[in-house]
């Protein structure tokens, strides 16, 4: 991420989706930095906050979920980290079609 406003990086189209697993890594060897992941509604809403100032240490990764989490449709996955382009994040989901 390049940047340190909130950015989405998952959204739930078509079909409700489970989330499988989210993980956060830092790239940098300047320090440990933080990062916020969110959960909202397509109406901007914070459902709930995955993860809130986590510090992830320097060259670093770190699985966030222990069990999947469904959304609906519409909702979205959302970053904020303290310093840009030092966190990178991963998501793995799938929709629930039947």
Do not use: H
Request: aromatic share 8%.
């Amino acid at each position: 991420m390049a940047v340190t406003s909130v950015v989405g990086v998952f959204t739930s189209t078509t079909y409700p989706s489970v989330i499988e697993s989210i993980r956060l890594a830092n790239s940098s060897d300047l320090g440990d930095f933080d990062a916020t992941v969110s959960w909202t509604t397509g109406a901007g809403t914070t459902q709930a906050y995955l993860v809130r100032n986590f510090i992830v240490p320097e060259y670093s990764s770190v699985e966030l979920l222990d069990n999947p989490k469904r959304i609906d449709i519409g909702d979205k996955i959302a970053i904020q980290c303290s310093v840009g382009s030092v966190m990178n994040i991963q998501v793995s989901a799938r929709n629930i079609t039947s």
